[in-house]
């Protein structure tokens, strides 16, 4: 038996069916959600546990752009007891920054526009704490017996998965 839920700024809980035919339908709602709105993943973690009532296989799937406490609180109100399985997708323009003098950056989550100056240390300095928040995100994952991936949006999200759930270690 299979549960789906997605979550913004609300928990949005999908009826449940039994059997593996299940995914299909789930993957292809996943590469059409509108990835829009503030999200709240400690609240939205705090809701479902409240449904869970067995020991489950979870996949928990953000981009995790949040404050690390707000990603450790979320995750541990899962507890030790569930095979989780976080998974951390990230546009390819995070994992590369191609950006370069004088920018806009548009906010999809507030729906602000920030200007700003890309100069090559500030590149630098975002590709560093990048890496080192998604350390950080493995080692509240590790610490609670959780497997961490990062995926790209540039990689089809069917592949993404695959090798993700065929991951057994």
Do not use: W
């Amino acid at each position: 038996k299979f549960q789906f839920a997605t979550f913004s700024s609300q928990l949005e809980l999908f009826k449940a069916y039994r059997g593996k035919s299940q995914i299909a339908g789930m993957v292809d709602y996943l590469n059409r959600v509108d990835n829009k709105g503030q999200s709240y993943l400690s609240d939205a973690l705090s809701k479902y546990r409240k449904i869970m009532r067995n020991r489950s296989y979870m996949v928990i799937i953000s981009d995790f752009l949040m404050p690390l406490d707000e990603i450790k609180k979320a995750l541990y109100f899962l507890g030790k007891n569930h095979e989780v399985r976080v998974i951390q997708v990230l546009d390819k323009d995070e994992r590369d920054l191609h950006l370069d003098g004088d920018t806009k950056l548009f906010d999809v989550e507030s729906g602000e526009m920030l200007r700003t100056f890309v100069s090559p240390r500030l590149k630098s300095e975002y590709e560093a704490g990048m890496k080192a928040h998604r350390q950080e995100i493995e080692k509240i994952c590790g610490s609670l017996g959780f497997k961490f991936y990062t995926v790209y949006s540039d990689i089809p999200i069917f592949e993404s998965f695959f090798r993700i759930l065929k991951d057994k270690g």
